[in-house]
């Protein structure tokens, strides 16, 4: 059940948790499936950090506390978030950002997404020090004995995150005769997302009823580092997992970024289009 919180929270620089053991792989890609985010890098506005004094709801202090740590961490170098990760949970390397500005003034949790099996998403609000706003989903993995730990990377998102379809599978490489139109579509759409302003660029890649909001710019797509889909099967409806780099042009950092796209093949002509994306930590 989605529920909307409000926390203030400063950063620390106390030693980060040990990560968890025993949360293998299978956890991590069923996080990815059940996250279910549009990605968008945006000013300050309906996911800025909320006013003091507003009452947290529906999360605990640890989570909260761990996800403002790992994103802010995150922010400030990828690399460094490699002591927080889950065991099984892999992270791409990444650069910390160059530019004056980029760092992260304060940050809250302010959206949290229950999964079950102690895992949760919670979307974590950072204010940079030039004033821009950049929503992270960190997902997460509580123990019994309340540790808490990452199961991969966050995903850039517009607001707190709304679950999916929960999916157990892991990604695998296209299957089927259409692989090639399949990795052809991503490699128009995924740089055009990024790019435009106008959902109206994309019009011709995705489905008539897609609710796709583009990124107009605010980050950049460095590279597309791998294409493979949840499932083995070859139907005309595919649900794929894209490894790709984002930059922030403002900040000269780079992350990796992991998204899911829900395909379809329709028409006369057969050919592949964009039914949704989806924002997940991989």
Same mark, same amino acid.
Do not use: H
């Given at each position: 059940?989605?529920?909307?919180?409000?926390?203030?929270?400063?950063?620390?620089? *106390?030693?980060?948790?040990?990560?968890?053991?025993? %949360?293998? $792989?299978?956890?991590?890609?069923?996080?990815?499936?059940?996250?279910?985010?549009?990605?968008?890098?945006?000013?300050?506005?309906?996911?800025?950090?909320?006013?003091?004094?507003?009452?947290?709801?529906?999360?605990?202090? +640890? *989570?909260?506390?761990? +996800?403002?740590?790992?994103?802010?961490?995150?922010?400030?170098?990828? $690399?460094?978030?490699?002591?927080?990760?889950?065991?099984?949970?892999?992270? +791409?390397?990444?650069?910390?950002?160059?530019?004056?500005?980029?760092?992260?003034?304060?940050?809250?949790?302010?959206?949290?997404? #229950?999964?079950?099996?102690?895992?949760?998403?919670?979307?974590? +609000?950072?204010?940079?020090?030039?004033?821009?706003?950049? #929503?992270?989903?960190?997902?997460?993995?509580?123990?019994?004995?309340?540790?808490?730990?990452?199961?991969?990377?966050? *995903?850039?998102?517009?607001?707190?995150?709304?679950?999916?379809?929960?999916?157990?599978?892991?990604?695998? @490489?296209?299957?089927?005769?259409?692989?090639?139109? &399949?990795?052809?579509? &991503?490699?128009?759409?995924?740089?055009?997302?990024?790019?435009?302003?106008?959902?109206?660029?994309?019009?011709?890649?995705?489905?008539?009823?897609? !609710?796709? !909001? @583009?990124?107009?710019?605010?980050?950049?797509?460095?590279?597309?580092?791998?294409?493979?889909?949840?499932?083995?099967?070859?139907?005309?409806?595919?649900?794929?997992?894209?490894?790709?780099?984002?930059?922030?042009?403002?900040?000269?950092? *780079?992350?990796?970024?992991?998204?899911?796209?829900?395909?379809?093949?329709?028409?006369?002509?057969?050919?592949?289009?964009?039914?949704? &994306? %989806?924002?997940?930590?991989?």
């Amino acid at each position: 059940m989605r529920q909307e919180v409000g926390m203030r929270f400063a950063k620390t620089d *106390s030693t980060a948790r040990a990560a968890l053991r025993g %949360v293998g $792989r299978f956890a991590l890609w069923t996080a990815l499936g059940l996250l279910f985010a549009r990605a968008v890098l945006s000013e300050p506005g309906p996911g800025a950090p909320r006013q003091e004094g507003e009452r947290l709801v529906g999360v605990d202090p +640890a *989570s909260a506390g761990f +996800a403002v740590r790992f994103a802010s961490t995150y922010l400030a170098d990828p $690399r460094a978030v490699v002591p927080l990760l889950a065991e099984g949970a892999k992270l +791409a390397t990444g650069r910390p950002p160059t530019a004056p500005g980029a760092e992260v003034a304060q940050a809250e949790v302010v959206g949290i997404e #229950n999964l079950g099996g102690g895992r949760a998403v919670l979307t974590v +609000a950072c204010q940079l020090r030039d004033a821009r706003v950049l #929503n992270l989903a960190v997902p997460i993995v509580r123990s019994r004995a309340g540790e808490v730990a990452a199961l991969g990377a966050p *995903s850039i998102v517009a607001a707190p995150s709304a679950a999916g379809v929960a999916s157990t599978e892991r990604p695998q @490489p296209i299957a089927g005769p259409d692989a090639e139109a &399949i990795e052809a579509l &991503i490699a128009k759409f995924l740089p055009e997302y990024v790019a435009t302003s106008e959902r109206a660029s994309l019009a011709y890649l995705l489905t008539p009823a897609a !609710r796709v !909001r @583009p990124l107009a710019g605010s980050v950049s797509l460095d590279a597309i580092a791998e294409v493979r889909q949840l499932g083995s099967e070859d139907g005309p409806r595919r649900s794929v997992v894209v490894s790709a780099r984002l930059g922030i042009p403002a900040g000269g950092g *780079s992350y990796p970024a992991v998204y899911r796209l829900e395909l379809r093949r329709t028409g006369a002509e057969g050919r592949w289009y964009v039914e949704a &994306i %989806v924002g997940a930590g991989a």
